[in-house]
C-alpha cells in the first residue's frame, strides 16, 4: 500500500480539485448580479501578474514582485528593531522578577493595543509615513518577542544555573553562555509569532497610508473593484507570510535541543 | 559675482570671487554687471552656456575671445542654440526654478483631473518642472503628508486650506489656496432599493457617506436636506467615507447613499448598485469642489518653483475646461498609474454624456466643469457653512481668511499672463437652491437657516 504521506499529498491535490472546481461552476452558473471572479480568469491574470513581476509605469503603478518587496523591506525593518529592544530587556526581565513586577502593568496595558491605533499619532509625530508604518510593524511585533523572552528566560532549569555557578561563570557568562542557548527554543517561538503578526499589520498599515506595499495594491485595486486583482494579492499575502514563518521555524530547529 | 561678468568680454574670469589661481590674479577686467533683473537673467543665461562650451576651463574661453571676439562667440553658440527661446523661457517662470523635482498628492477622483492630466499631458514639464503625482488613500492621509513636507503641494478640498489655516480639525499651518480645480461634479446617488424615494423627505434614517467633514459634499448635501426639513444632524447619518470606498458600502448595504464626487456616481451606476439622484449642479451652479493647495511657506521660500507649478495646474485646468479635450483627458487619466477606473466611466463624467442608473440618458455637458478661479466669496461661503453647522465657534473673520487662503489675485496674474481674463472682481453673490447668497452679509446669511447650530 501507499506511503502516509504519498496518500495525504494525494488528498490535500484532490480537495483542491474539488474546491476549484465548485468554484468555477458556482461562478459559471446562469443567474443575474454580481460575481467573483473564477479560477480560470484568476490563473490567467496570476500568469500575466507574474511574467511582469517588477515592471514600474509610474509612482502609482508597479509591479506586485515590487510592492511586496516594499511590505517585506517594512516589516524587516520594524521587525528586527523591535527584536533589538525585545530581547535584551525581555532578558533583563526574566533574570529579574523585581523588574518584572515594575514593568509587567505597562506591558499588560500597551499590548493589547491595536497597532493601527498608532497610526495617526504616528503619522503626526514622526511626520514621515514610510517611518510610521515601520513603527506601527515595530510596536506590533515587540510584545510575543518580549514576554516570550522573559517567560523563557525565567524558566531555565536552577540545575543548569547551579552548575554554572559552581563553574564560577560571571553573571554576563552565565547569561550568555548558558540562559540564552537554554532559552533559545522559546525566544525563538516569540520570533515566529511576531513575524506572523507583522505580516498581518503590515497589510493593513499600506492600505491606510498608501503609497506603495501590497496593502496599496490591495487597495487600488479595491479602488477599481477589480477583485481578480484582490484575490491574486490575497494569494501572494499567504504565500510571502508562509514563507517568513517557514524560515523562522528553520531558525527554530536550529536552536532546539533534547533535555 | 562671477555668472554676472559680461562672458564674452575676454578680461573677465569666471571663475569665482575668493579663486586664486593663476589667471584671477591678473587684474583687468572691467565690471559691467548689468543692473536690471531682466538684464541679469540675460547674464547669468550666457554665462552659464559659455561655461559650458568650454568645459569650465576659463583659460581657453579667454584666449579664444582674444583670437576671434565677442561677437563670434555669441553667434557661433547661437546658431547651434536659441539663446533668446533659452533666456525667455527662464524669464517666463520668474528666474531660476528652486527645486525642479516635486510631489504632489491627490485623491483618485475626476475633480483632481487638472493636478493628474498635468503629469501624463506635460503641463508640468512645458513649466520646467518634474512632478510626481502620488495617488493617495484618503483625506486625513493627504493633509498629513502635505504637513509632513512629504508631499510639495497637494489636491484638497476647497474647505480643507481655510480650516488648516484656522487650526480647526488640525494643527494650524497658513495654507494658500492657489487654485480651484474644478466645479460641480458631485452627485447624490442612492442605492437601487431607493428608486422609488425620490423627495428628500422621505430621508429620514438614511444613512449618507460624504468624503470629509470639511468638504463641499459635506457642507452641500447638509444644505440639501435642512431644505427639505431634515436636520443633518439628527434625521440622517452621515459619516466621512474615502470616495474609493463609497461604492463598496453601497453594495454592502453600509449606507444608503452618498454625496460623493465622480468617478464613484457613475461607477456605481456601471456596477449597477446605484442611481444617480440629482447632480450637485442642480444645487448650485458652478460650485467650487476639489482645491490644489500648499503651505505658505512653500510659496515663500520657492516662489519660482511655487509659481511654475501654479502656472502649470491653471493652465491645465484652462485645457481640461474645453469640451473638445475631455475624451483624450479620460484616456489620460483612467489608466491604473492614476484613477483606475475604466475609460468608459470616466469618459462619461468628462463629457457629460451619461446613464443616470435609472434608464434616462442624459446629455449634460458642465456636469463637471474647470474653472481655476478662487473667488473669495466661495470661501465666504464655506465659512458661513461651517459656523452654520459649529465646525467653528464665536466671531469669524470671513473676510480676512478667505482673502488670506484663496489667492485670487495671484491667480488671476497668472492667467493673465497664460492668455486669459480673470474675473475683474473676487466676490460675487451666488444663488443657492433658490435662496440669495449676499458674500457682504455673512453673518445675516447664517443667522436666516431655520435649522442650524450656531
Redesign the interface.
Known sequence: MWSLPLRAAILSVLLLAVLLGAWELAVQAPGAG?RVPGPSKLFAHAVQELSHPFYD?????KGIGIQLAYSIGRVLAGYSLAALLAIPIGFVIGMSPMWQRALDPYIQVLKPISPLAWM?LA??VI???GASSIFVIFICSIWPMLINTAFGVASVRRDYINVARTHELSRFETATQVILPAAAPTILTGMRISIGISWLVIVAAE?????TGIG?YV???????NLASVIFSILMIGVIGMLLDLLLARAQRLVQYAD | MSMFRNPFDPETKLHSAGCTCHSCTATGAKDDTPDSREGLIDRVVESALVREVFGHHDESRRNFLRLAGGGTLAAAIASVLPLDAVKAAVKESGGPLEKKDLKVGFI?ITCATPIIMAAPMGFYAKHGLNV??????GW??IR??T????YDAAHMLSPMPLAITMGVGS?AQPYYMPAVENINGQAITLAMKHKDKRDPKQWKGFKFAVPFDYSMHNFLLRYYVAEAGLDPDKDIQIRAVPP??M??NL?ADNIDGFLGPDPFNQ?AVY??VGFIHILTKELWDGHPCCAFAASEEFAKTQPNTFAALFKSIVDATHYAAKPENRAAIAKAIA????L???EEVVAAVLTGRYDDGLGNKKNVPNRIDFNPFPWHSMGVWILTQMKRWGYIKGDVNYKQIAEQVYRAADCGKIMKELGYTPPKTTYAKYTIMGKAFDPAKPEVYVKSFKIKRA
Open positions: 454580481a509605469a509610474g509612482p502609482n503603478d495617526p503619522l503626526y511626520k514621515d509615513s492600505m491606510l497610508v498608501g503609497g496599496y487597495w487600488n485595486e479595491w479602488n477599481n473593484l | 483618485p510626481e503625482v502620488i495617488k493617495t488613500a486625513a492621509v498629513d503628508k504637513l509632513n513636507k512629504e494643527a474609493p470606498e461604492v463598496a453594495r461607477r456596477e449597477g489608466p491604473k498609474n492614476y483606475n477606473q475604466p
